[in-house]
């Protein structure tokens, strides 16, 4: 257990339509980061936050968007879904704002969209 | 453009012997590389890192070898046990707060 928790755990929803992931860092850690892995694609990073603030952006559709609260938890907000954004989508956490160091990803919240 | 690449997909290797797994990438400004490992059904986790002032990291049956020059990392595990059955990701950052680029993961096999 890595300590980062992601809600749901599954998700099956029809185009067009807009889902909330959500996430919660481990205890202490204020990074946070998206990660999607579609089949064949790796780990392709989505966006990363600190402290609230965004800090960094990768390769996120205008049709997705994530913000950081108060209480450092996170949500990724997918929208005018499309069959090709059915993914696996992972959060992690880290002490620090750089990624020079470990990231703790938590279990994934599988998105499949029919 | 790929800056992380895991060129192998998978690889099958027998229990004790030696795994290697391989990553190159492209990005002259990454001086942080990490490998983590990916069951299925279950988030990557950390294994090992290492940092661009090293050239080797060890941790039990896992090393990781760093060549700078060759912009090339390879992940060795010896001995190979089936349960190192996994997906395995390399990855790589800058120290100035850029976030973690993984490769598309090199899928390992261990036969007993």
């Known amino acids: 257990d890595s300590g980062v928790t992601q809600t749901p755990k599954h998700l099956i929803t029809a185009t067009g339509q807009r889902v909330t992931l959500r996430c919660s860092p481990r205890?202490?850690?204020?990074?946070v980061y998206w990660y999607q892995q579609s089949l064949d694609q790796g780990l392709q990073f989505l966006i990363h936050?600190?402290?609230?603030?965004?800090?960094a952006k990768g390769n996120i559709l205008e049709r997705f968007s994530a913000q950081q609260f108060p209480d450092l938890h996170s949500e990724l907000n997918l929208s005018s879904l499309e069959l090709g954004d059915s993914a696996l989508y992972f959060c992690a956490s880290s002490p620090v704002e750089g990624s020079g160091n470990t990231i703790y990803f938590g279990e994934g919240s599988w998105l499949t969209v029919v | 453009d790929q800056q992380v690449k895991q060129n192998s997909p998978s690889l099958s290797v027998q229990e004790g012997r030696i795994s290697i797994l391989n990553c190159d990438y492209t990005n002259s400004m990454f001086d942080y590389f990490l490998w983590y490992k990916k069951y299925p059904a279950e988030g990557p986790t950390f294994l090992i890192s290492i940092s661009s002032i090293k050239d080797k990291n060890e941790d039990g049956r896992f090393t990781v070898f760093l060549n700078k020059s060759a912009k090339h990392l390879s992940l060795h595990i010896v001995p190979s046990q089936p349960g190192d059955s996994a997906v395995y990701f390399c990855?790589?950052?800058?120290?100035?707060?850029?976030?973690?680029?993984f490769g598309k993961g090199t899928t390992l096999s261990v036969s007993s």
């Open positions: 990855a790589a950052t800058g120290w100035a707060g850029t976030a973690l680029i």
């Open positions: 936050y600190y402290n609230g603030e965004e800090r």
């Open positions: 205890s202490g850690d204020l990074s």
